[in-house]
């Protein structure tokens, strides 16, 4: 790396020298500290919190509260951590209640609320033919089976949420000839994408996305909720028989409003306060299921590197901040950082989704998605992708997503990033968007969340070595 990094970034001057090493004794004691046994009992702990409360950990829920209550009983007595609950402002979707009803057969949506077309009050209960732009084939983003001339006026629009990296055919209808306004959406998310395509959170579209805004007045809305695959496969395949399916879709007093949320934090007690290395994991799960993969695995890697501290297996030079996010999270942290605390802060690594899929190295340079992380975030990918090579493993690059990019370009808290991420197209995570039983222990498998998280310790031990 050149010698003219900013003062930010000179931590990693030296990671070129790191980054073709081989573990010395040390960096090899930290990985065979990681144990599988370790890192089943913390996912069948979460798996458990999940059955106990309704199948699932999502924000502001008692699942999300008893999966804080783990963490923190992990590492209470640890002499070697500091423990911090962290509570944070931000907006969220809310009803009072929601009720989904589809051929008078009642099904549980997973999130409902209203798509605001101006600045009126939707209805509370929406009825109407289920009508659709495409007949759900799997193959949607290399051949999509558009529906022409569709009138959806004031009927019910099963759409598709999908994004396929390829001028955005599987990201918006917009481009298929169809006519009015419908008066409510079902989506529901469609994991199918061909392999090596990485996706990134997606937004619900607005009316004006949907279709012509400028034919429906001033102040109109329309009720939206997010349905299952499985409910929506079912659905198409009653349309692919020309038989009429009915939605009944009711929301009651829906607002986007302020919810209060909570981070944990838990650091390293030694160590240079003026170099802090940052790891983070989401710690909630969707609303709709126990969220083992997708990110219990993460959690479980991180509170694996946490208990070879305590233990004396990794003694850090520099102090280590380990950070399991809320929904919204990381986004609140790093706007919440003083100047000095920003600076302070030399590298962010995110864990997402690593106890099956790819071996997903993110894509700190940009040669694979052309965008590439700050200054200092190649090193990173060096540094993981050498370590994969090394153990024989093939790795593959991943796109710049989720709570990384709180620290990534254009951020408030702009860091050298990198980290794992398993990918969540349907031939790495089946599970992905679906609920439960889908993503319980029997998702996760150990041997590859071993890996990953052996991988974490050795870059982890090298960026900390580096100073």
Known sequence: MRSILSTSVTFWVLCASVTSANPTPTSGQ????????????????????????????????????????????RVQSYAKLNYLAENYQTKADLVDFKRLKINHRTVAPIEAGVLLGGEGNAPQTVQGHVVRL????????????WISNVNVEGKVLLYRLADCYSGAIGGTFTQVPFTGTPAALLFYRDNWRPDNVVKRDLDLPSLAELSKLGKRQSGESALWAIISKNEAQRIHKDLDKHRPVTANLKVVNYRY??????NVIIETKGGNS??????????????????????????????????????????????????????????????GRTVIEAARIKAYLNFHSVSRGAFGVYDGDGSRYSEAGPTGSSAIE?????????????SKPARLEGDLLSFATGSSVEKPVGGLFGGDSVVHDPCWGQPWPCDSLSNANLNHLEINAKAAAHVLYALDQST
């Open 274 to 335: 003026n170099k802090v290395i940052v790891l983070g994991a989401r710690l909630d799960s969707a609303p709709f299921n126990a969220g083992i993969n997708d990110n219990a695995s993460g959690v479980s890697l991180l509170l694996a590197l946490i208990d070879a501290i305590q233990t004396g297996k990794f003694v850090p030079k520099n102090k280590i901040r380990f950070v399991f996010w809320g929904t919204g999270g990381s986004a609140a942290y790093a706007a």
């Open 382 to 394: 060096t540094l993981f992708t050498n370590y994969f090579t090394g153990k024989g493993i093939t």
């Open 134 to 145: 495409e007949r759900g084939g799997p193959d949607f983003c290399n051949n999509p089976n």
């Open 257 to 262: 409003d302020d919810v209060t949320r909570k």
């Open 30 to 73: 930290f990985e065979a500290s990681i144990k599988k046994a370790n890192l089943l009992h913390d996912l069948a702990k979460f798996n458990h919190i999940a059955a106990q409360h309704g199948g699932n950990r999502a924000p502001n829920s008692p699942g999300f509260d008893a999966s804080v209550n783990w963490v923190r009983s």
